[in-house]
Structures are given as C-alpha cells and as structure tokens.
C-alpha cells in the first residue's frame, strides 16, 4: 500500500517562500518513477484545484496563477516530490496535497496548511 507523507507547510507573510515535500512512505525507486505526481490545493470554502503536476517522464504543468512563482520536482533516489514556492501571495493559502497517480490507481497525501499574510 503507497503512503504518502507530507511536510513543508507553515505561515508566512506575502513574499516568502515555502518548500513543501511528499515522500513515498516504503515505496521502493522503481515503482516510484512509474507514477505521475501532483500538488493540489483546496482553499476555504472552494473546491480542490491543481496546482502543478509532473509526468513519469518530467513534464511539468502549472496553473497559470502559480506559473513563474512555484516549481515541481521529484527525486527518484530519495523517492519524494517538491513543491518550490516563491513571492507566495494570500490568495494562495489551503490545505495543499500531493498525489500520486497512474491510468490504474491514486493516492493522496494527508495534506498541509499553507498560510499566507498580507
């Protein structure tokens, strides 16, 4: 069974930066790789959107509001997944997931609050 764990979140004012990470909990590197990866994030009392995601093979997609601000990226050895985030802006404040997904199967992290102040 694929667990994903999360960490990275906080608060921080308008213009910072956070780093968000979901590992694959007893995944091996293998199976890893196999999976396409997402971040996604669901603000109060709106439904959960993407933000990014990144194929198996590297391709990456961004939500226009978050593109030139947050990058994704995986690391197959350490078998995890990132969400850089920079110039953070309030309107970007949810509980953000990951997601590891395939045509077969998904699983989703618990998820992590991000707070951003004005």
């Known amino acids: 069974q694929v667990q994903l764990v999360e960490s990275g979140g906080g608060s921080v004012q308008a213009g910072g930066s956070l780093r968000l990470s979901c590992a694959g909990a007893?995944?091996?590197?293998?199976?890893?790789?196999?999976?396409?990866m997402g971040w996604f994030r669901q603000a109060p009392g709106k439904q959960r959107e993407m933000v990014a995601t990144?194929?198996?093979?590297?391709?990456?997609n961004y939500k226009d509001s978050v593109k030139g601000r947050f990058t994704i990226t995986r690391n197959g050895s350490r078998k995890t997944m990132y969400l850089q985030m920079n110039s953070l802006q309030p309107e970007d404040t949810g509980v953000y997931y990951c997601?590891?997904?395939?045509?077969?199967?998904?699983?989703w992290g618990q998820g992590t609050q991000v707070t951003v102040s004005s």
């Open positions: 007893r995944m091996i590197t293998s199976t890893f790789n196999m999976y396409n």
């Open positions: 990144i194929t198996n093979g590297g391709i990456t």
């Open positions: 997601k590891f997904f395939t045509s077969r199967d998904d699983y």
